[in-house]
């Protein structure tokens, strides 16, 4: 790996293209593209599954000769349209650009919980649930979850409605773990119809957030 470059005092970055686009945990919105240090460092972009670089965004810093990634873990940082701040990591393999992988606000790995679905910790101590399937918007449980529970077929989040109110109702969403959807909001005296048109059983236990064990 060429050593990374540097623009003044500012250490300089490349950027990650991913196929198909992570999801933000929190929002679901698509974020194709990161930014990671500690590959070439001169603001190369590099697509998943492809080894040479698509382009330099800064070609007068370019060194000579072929621009390659190291095999290991590269750490990418992005900020979707909602404005969450997001790490990742870049996984390389024979100095291709093999795999991106998600991870919480502190740099851990999310929670499994069942069925591709995870339990995601944000800044501020806040916990979301979102599908690890590339595509599945619907998959996401929105911070700020006040309690959770889980078994084979549904995964089950209270949240609170309005965070700076802490007087307003908490809102329920269901997770059809069959299907990878999300219902929700539901209103607490909906909750028990909601389960029993779609099959499913409430959880035994309901859990903070942070009690969550694997």
Not at 31 to 38: D, K, L, T, V
Not at 196 to 210: F, N, Q, T, W
């Amino acid at each position: 790996m060429t050593a990374g470059c540097y623009l003044g005092a500012v250490p300089l970055g490349d950027f990650f293209a991913t196929e198909p686009a992570l999801l933000c945990p929190l929002c679901g919105t698509p974020i194709p593209e990161w930014e990671g240090f500690g590959g070439p460092g001169v603001f190369m972009v590099f697509s998943q599954g492809e080894a040479a670089p698509r382009e330099s965004r800064l070609p007068s810093q370019v060194p000579e000769g072929e621009v390659r990634l190291s095999d290991g873990r590269i750490p990418l940082f992005a900020t979707c349209k909602e404005q969450h701040l997001l790490m990742a990591e870049a996984i390389v393999e024979g100095g291709v650009f093999a795999e991106a992988e998600l991870r919480d606000a502190d740099g851990g790995v999310p929670l499994p919980l069942v069925g591709g679905f995870v339990l995601w910790r944000s800044r501020g101590a806040r916990f979301a649930v979102s599908s690890l399937a590339p595509t599945a918007k619907e998959g996401v449980v929105p911070a700020s979850i006040t309690a959770i529970g889980y078994n084979d077929g549904c995964i089950l989040a209270t949240r609170r409605r309005d965070t700076r109110d802490p007087t307003c109702d908490d809102e329920w969403f269901v997770v059809d773990v069959a299907k990878g959807e999300v219902f929700g909001p539901v209103p607490d005296p909906e909750l028990k119809e909601t389960l029993a048109e779609r099959g499913l059983e409430e959880p035994d236990v309901m859990s903070l957030p942070e009690d969550v064990e694997p």
